[in-house]
């Protein structure tokens, strides 16, 4: 492929030569907005019920499981590997299946399963976005393929907002192959501008705050 | 002026269910928008807007570098970077690698870029199965289109047109209702996402200091896309760089409230190489193709170098007067609206289709939304330049105009100008602007002509103005007529009595 053609197509276009450091670029424009853990939990919640999302602030472990349990009502579920869904007891549950290590079983499994449960990195309160990296405990499937998806995620993970994250994230590179922002539920609005939930990823979406 | 398809745009003006769809849905995304970026929802809107603006004139402007630095982290995450030319080299890299992956199957997230360089008919043509996902974009294949929006592809079709296409490509009952007809594609398009050997998507944004690629979409078809199979390649425009994952926080705010209104797409994909050491699940291939396709040569023009800013929100087209009754079908090119009308000539050359950077009103409502400030109407005028230099001196004209009065020859010469006679015209126009008595005798000379109104319209013209612009502008609308009384005869009127 002819690599060195188009850099250098550029570099005379624009008047550079090789090696030629650049301009200085306007510095990173980030704004950390004060907010206290309430008011990040109040907002968050707020703008992810906006998108049609569910929020339950669950007091204990327990509880969430029995959120979750409830969500399920029996269904055929799958978990992540995430620690949190094991200490809260979500992965024993009666119809849940977890611990997939090997892609095409994940695969298989997340593509016949109603309910697809995960961690999530951070929250971001402005947005209502969950954000997940990819990783041996959070594998991308489970949040995509099942049309029904629960997060879990403890309270001082929400951030205020893009800001924030990428402020305390500024390479998202560095730690994962794939990190993506799940802001409500998969539409559309394709077909005379009329929104349908769930086309290719789930239309229905659950958060439980610890 | 020189003259466009006209038989196609008169279609369109002539069909009131395509108007009417047209002006709901860029109706709707304008209302979104501006709801999304109103100061009480996004104070610091302008601000962000200003330092888009400074970021990617910054990356334009040492592109060369920032190129490297793309690939050198791409590299380093186990991904490779590929340079294309030009569309033959893009598709070719694709045929060849998919042909020693023995894949069959393609599965294709919307891409721009990738409509551009016609990918879909080129691997169609070598044999391979390429489905577009998104559903929009799914319904606009299955009919054998283009897209007729940005982002909103299949804006010009009705749920009774999805229902006949579905049933005749797909051999299903024939459904007309939204929900089912989505349920219909997930459905299919499930089948081949987990079937599918090779994901291609386009990108939003490249990260330079990452070596990622940066995707927003509300279906869940590009993380799909991008996800399922185990090679995933991007293609994107080389102009797409951004310099940090942190210049994100500016650009991401902008991109889904310009489009659609949304603070965010329902998903942002940041993906920078094929699935690390442990993970799970992702691609075991990763493949970002840069795409030349003339943008070099567009970077080396100073003046129009900012063409290159774009993001694709597609709020220029939304917003655009033209857009909203001539649609984007008419547009000659993949990128219509405004930025269609900037990008085509340069890409293309602006003989090509010479009409296009005058079809507009030059209002300004474009550079108004724009989220990165492009000068639009700025552009607009530099390529009109460049159109009559192109012209100049070649203009030979039509075989018609020989055969009118020598009137109607005037008016036909003086509106279909090339570099001389416009040049001329304007002269003319001067000189009466210049000479108060002359205008007014001329104004009275054409109240003449029009007739005398009393609040009624002028529908059509005399035969000598029965062509040119003013004769074409009448065909989709009314004139209002002149007054019977003009402004200077009412001013004197008024001193004579002592008014004024």
């Known amino acids: 492929m002819p690599l060195e053609n188009i850099v250098e197509q550029a570099r005379q276009a624009l008047g550079r030569r090789a090696g030629q450091s650049p301009e200085v670029p306007p510095p990173p424009r980030i704004r950390l907005p004060e907010m206290d853990a309430a008011a990040r939990l109040r907002r968050f919640f707020e703008a992810f019920e906006k998108l049609s999302g569910k929020t339950h602030l669950a007091a204990t472990r327990e509880d969430a499981c029995a959120y979750i349990e409830q969500v399920i009502a029996g269904r055929r579920a799958v978990a992540s590997n995430a620690p949190l869904l094991r200490e809260c007891g979500v992965t024993a549950l009666a119809s849940v299946r977890s611990g997939f290590t090997e892609r095409e079983a994940l695969r298989t499994e997340c593509a016949g399963a109603e309910i697809g449960i995960t961690g999530a990195d951070y929250a ?34 929400i951030l205020t907002g893009l800001d924030e994250l990428f402020d305390t994230v500024p390479l998202p590179s560095d730690r994962s192959s794939s ?16 929104l349908v939930r769930g086309v290719h990823g789930p239309g229905e979406i659950h958060v439980v705050v610890l | ?90 598709v070719g890299f694709l045929a060849d690698l998919a042909k020693e992956r023995g894949a069959r199957l393609v599965v294709k997230s919307k891409s721009m870029t990738t409509e551009e360089i016609g990918l879909n008919d080129h691997l169609g ?38 229902a006949d296409l579905f049933e005749r490509e797909l051999g299903v009952a024939n459904e007309t209702g939204i929900e089912q007809q989505t349920r219909i594609a997930h459905d299919v ?30 279906e869940g078809n590009i993380r799909l896309t991008t996800s399922a199979p185990k090679i995933h390649v991007a293609i994107a425009g080389i102009e797409k760089m951004i310099p940090r994952a942190q210049d994100l926080a500016v650009f991401l705010k902008l991109l889904a409230r310009s489009a659609t209104g949304q603070a965010l797409g329902s998903y942002t994909s940041f993906l920078s190489g094929p699935r690390r050491e442990g993970e799970i699940d992702g691609p075991d291939e990763f493949y970002v193709v840069l795409l030349d396709n003339g943008r070099t040569r567009i970077l080396a023009d100073r003046e129009k170098r900012e063409s290159l800013y774009c993001i ?53 409502a474009c550079a108004e939304v724009c989220p990165v400030k492009i000068d639009l109407p700025k552009l607009l005028l530099a390529l009109r330049a460049d159109v009559v230099d192109a012209r100049a001196g070649t203009y030979h004209a039509p075989a018609s105009a020989k055969r009118a009065t020598w009137r109607g020859r005037v008016f ?48 059509s013209l005399p035969c000598f103005a029965a062509r040119g612009p003013l004769a074409a502008w009448l065909s989709e609308r009314d004139l209002a007529a002149p007054p019977s009384k003009n402004f200077r ?12």
């Open chain 1, 124 to 157: 971001l309160a402005d947005t209502g976005s969950l954000v997940l990296f990819s990783s041996a405990e959070e594998a991308r499937m489970v949040s995509l393929l099942p049309p029904l998806h629960i997060a879990v995620i403890r309270r001082e993970r």
């Open chain 1, 179 to 194: 990190m993506v922002f799940i802001t409500g539920p998969s539409r559309t609005a394709d077909i005379e501008q009329i």
């Open chain 2, 1 to 90: 002026m020189p003259h466009g398809p006209e038989h196609k745009f008169h279609e369109t003006l002539a069909n009131p269910k395509l108007q009417a769809a047209i002006y709901r849905a860029t109706g709707r995304l304008v209302e979104h928008r501006r709801e999304a970026v109103a100061p009480e929802m996004l104070p610091e809107y302008q601000e962000l807007r200003a330092q888009a603006n400074l970021l990617k004139k910054h990356t334009i402007d040492n592109l060369d570098y920032y190129l490297e630095t793309f690939e050198a982290n791409v590299v380093d995450h186990g991904g490779r970077v590929v340079y294309a030319r030009d569309a033959a080299e893009a």
């Open chain 2, 125 to 162: 043509a070598r044999g391979f199965e390429v489905v577009e996902t998104d559903l929009g974009e799914y319904i606009v294949q299955l009919a054998h289109q283009r897209p007729y929006h940005i982002v909103a592809p299949a804006l010009h079709m009705t749920r009774y047109d999805v």
């Open chain 2, 189 to 218: 398009l499930r089948q081949k996402f987990l079937a599918a050997d090779i994901g291609v998507s386009g990108a939003n944004f490249l990260v330079a200091d990452s070596g990622a690629v940066v995707i927003l979409e509300n």
């Open chain 2, 312 to 364: 694709r929100c597609g709020a220029c087209l939304n917003h655009c007067p033209v857009y909203r009754k001539v649609g984007g079908h008419n547009y000659p090119w993949v990128y219509s609206g405004p930025i269609g009308a900037v990008l085509t000539p340069q890409y293309l050359g602006v003989t090509h289709e010479p009409w296009l950077p005058f079809a507009s009103s030059l209002c300004g």
């Open chain 2, 412 to 459: 036909t010469h003086i509106f279909s100008m090339d570099g001389r006679t416009e040049r001329l015209a304007f002269r003319l126009w001067t000189f009466v602007m210049r000479h108060p008595r002359i205008y007014e005798l001329f104004g009275m000379m054409l109240k003449d002509v029009l007739g005398d109104g009393s609040g009624g319209c002028i529908r």
């Open chain 2, 489 to 500: 005869q009412l001013w004197r009127e008024r001193r004579k009595a002592g008014v004024a």
